[in-house]
């Protein structure tokens, strides 16, 4: 999948549909279903749950889930995907870089993979993505 083509909307419902959380948001068709006064990187699938909890995020009715512009929203999934973040100044584009390699007993073990983007966030959850197409991935 190229991830590099999804907007922030659509990587961020892919997250929730990766969490198994499809249940506790209401999805959007497409980006244009938004009025045009939310601005692109604030759109997100949108929390409508009857729960107080769900896999760990506290619901917030109304408001969207958006991992790829809130810290809140992707620390936990950064933490328990075992994703790094690291910024690399000597680039002009695409200064940070996440990756993740299984860990198994603090050896490394299996591919490395890494998404670099001008958001940390943004290359955070495309990688915490690319860990779900793999089979023996976190």
């Known amino acids: 999948m190229n991830y590099s083509e999804m907007s922030d909307f659509e990587i961020n419902c892919a997250v929730a549909r990766a969490l198994g959380m499809s249940h506790a948001f209401f999805f959007s068709k497409s980006e244009d279903d938004f009025c045009e006064g939310i601005e692109p990187n ?3 699938p949108i929390w409508q749950s009857g729960k107080y909890m769900v896999n760990g995020y506290r619901v917030s009715n109304g408001n969207c889930f958006n ?4 810290w809140a929203d992707a ?3 950064i933490k328990d995907h075992q994703i790094c973040l690291s ?7 695409y200064a940070w870089s996440a990756g993740y390699n299984g860990h198994d007993d603090y050896e490394l073990s299996g591919e490395w993979l ?3 983007d001008a958001n940390p966030l943004r290359a955070a959850m495309t990688v915490f993505l690319m860990t ?3 089979p023996d991935a976190a």
């Open 87 to 93: 910024f690399d100044r000597e680039r002009e584009d």
């Open 114 to 116: 890494e998404f670099s």
């Open 132 to 134: 779900q197409e793999k």
């Open 75 to 77: 620390g936990p999934i």
């Open 67 to 70: 991992p790829c512009n809130s």
């Open 42 to 44: 604030k759109r997100g």
